[in-house]
């Protein structure tokens, strides 16, 4: 498991800049303007930010950009990381900030001067979400993991400020292990057992095993199972942090591998459908968030874990199943098996909890990629308070998430002739289709937003806050959504 560096804040004390035994970072705005922080290196290094201030170099560099002087004169530090950071600093350019200092430190003891800079508790954030490495199978030595220090004016506040963005940081590097590990090690035993785990921190756990999902009539989600030798399950997680409120509801998406089934997807980048679990693993990692940040509100986290593989035993196009809620289901494709899990998960998170509101997180479509790329999320909703309260939390967030719409135009291309439903209308507005299926399954007059995240949940080079691979999506979103619209006061 990795765990995020937590940050240290310390009283500014320009006294302690020379000697320390690590890289140094300070921040000069556009127009070359430095604080007392910068003023002592820039003495140190005999007035050279102040030469790189005059430069064209520096002029070029694009804010929250850092320039490496290496070898200071004057000081113990191997390099000074000189970042360009306006005076009044935005959220994401702050966090942009930490994210370049926390690459550029390669794993080296860090200091950062904040002084009296705003955003501090920010930077760190950006610094620590960024230095996130899966080094679980690599035999080679770990790579190594730096101290953090922000030298700050009122570092007790800043420190305050920073606790809940700590939590956060967990909850994103627990989604990225989840996302990044291999099927033959996040098997879905394995899975219910990391989530069981998360009983430490005040976490009801319950699993539900296949004789329990059958009792209940849960057999689109046991169809995906059926040709897999590991059992299928549904882990729920319980959060009461609020009062006797009902809870909202999270439900995720956890194919621990998907071949596609009878109807196999072609061999190649098949390896990548290990991150298939990663609608499941953001809701795995925000009740993680919620719970070590005390959170104030009653959330409830349900997961459908399946794996989707072909066997003699396995689902057939043209099988007919059952769900929860009653509906049957025409399988035309065993590859949209997705659909059929989350339907059976969101049916019984709304039977037994009677949420406030539901969304539900699944890497769904290829064809949200094909619509969107990996810069944003798909976005399906029957409820406009709730998708504006989401999107600007994304926003605030910078976690790209885009509307898309739903209509009953599209339902004739899921009717079925032989079912009430048929899991997949086709590639026309696949993604479309995709999130009309679990419409289907959405009570009446339930605010409810459904999350394609198909194309954000792991990428193939860096995005801002982390390196290529599993990003966490959602996760800050979320917590944002949860502690700026459920929370008591």
């Known amino acids: 498991m990795n765990v ?7 009283e500014s004390d320009l006294d302690a800049i020379a000697d320390f035994d690590g890289k140094v970072a300070v921040f000069m705005s556009p127009t070359g303007q430095i604080g007392l922080g910068a003023r002592r290196v820039n003495k140190l290094m005999k007035r050279s930010l102040t030469r790189l201030a005059e430069s064209q170099l520096f002029e070029d560099m694009p804010n929250a950009a ?6 200071p004169a004057g000081m113990k530090a191997p390099e000074v990381l000189v970042v360009k950071l306006p005076k009044r600093v935005t959220v994401d350019d ?8 926390g690459k550029a430190a390669g794993g080296a003891n860090m ?3 904040a002084g009296a800079g705003k955003r501090a508790s920010e930077i760190a954030f950006g610094c620590a979400l960024r230095q996130y490495s899966f080094h679980d199978h690599k035999t080679s030595t770990a790579p190594k993991q730096g101290a953090i220090t922000v030298m700050v004016n009122q570092a007790d506040e800043v420190a305050q400020d920073y606790a809940p963005k700590a939590a956060v940081a967990e909850g994103v590097f627990f989604t990225r292990d989840l996302v990044s590990e291999p099927a033959n090690i996040l098997t879905t035993s394995e899975f219910a057992s990391r989530l069981e785990a998360l009983k430490s921190l005040g976490l009801k756990i319950t699993t539900l095993e296949e004789k329990d999902m059958e009792k209940l009539g849960m057999h689109a989600l046991l169809g995906v199972g059926h040709g897999s030798r590991s059992p299928s399950k549904m882990v729920i997680m319980e959060w009461q942090g609020g009062g006797d409120e009902q809870p909202f509801a999270l439900v995720g998406k956890g194919v621990v591998f998907d071949t596609g089934g009878i109807s196999i997807k072609p061999a190649g980048g098949m390896e990548e459908m290990t991150m298939d679990m990663g609608g499941a693993g953001v809701v795995a990692g925000v009740m993680k ?3 070590m940040r005390k959170a104030k509100a009653n959330v409830v986290g349900l997961v459908g874990i399946v794996e989707n593989m072909p066997d003699g035993q396995a689902q057939r196009p043209g099988d007919v199943v059952t769900s929860m809620k009653g509906d049957t ?12 899990v989350l339907a059976d998960v969101l049916w019984y998170a709304q039977e037994t909890y009677k949420p406030t509101g539901v969304i539900n997180l699944a890497t769904l479509t290829g064809a949200v990629i094909i619509g969107l790329g990996h810069e944003n999320a798909g976005v399906f909703s029957n409820d406009e308070p709730l998708a504006r309260k989401f999107l600007n939390a994304a926003n605030i967030e910078d976690e790209g998430a885009w509307r898309m719409p739903l209509s009953k135009a599209y339902d004739k291309l899921i009717d079925s ?4 439903i048929k899991n997949t209308g086709g590639r026309a507005a696949g993604a479309i289709t995709a999130a009309q299926f679990l419409q289907r399954f959405i009570k009446e007059d339930m605010p409810w937003i459904h999350l394609d995240i198909a194309g954000v949940a792991l990428v193939k080079s860096d995005t801002t806050l982390a390196p290529k691979g599993a990003t966490g999506w959602g996760v800050r979103t979320l917590d944002r959504l949860i502690a700026d619209n459920f929370e008591a006061e």
């Not at 850092?66 to 070898?71: D, E």
């Open 289 to 291: 968030t919620l719970a």
């Open 111 to 113: 200091l950062i001067f």
């Open 66 to 71: 850092c320039h490496a002087m290496s070898m």
């Open 329 to 340: 289901i025409e399988v035309i494709n065993t590859d949209a098996e997705g659909r059929l």
């Open 4 to 10: 995020p560096v937590t940050p240290s804040f310390i």
């Open 94 to 101: 702050a966090r942009l900030a930490g994210a370049n200092i």
């Open 417 to 420: 002739h032989i079912a009430d």
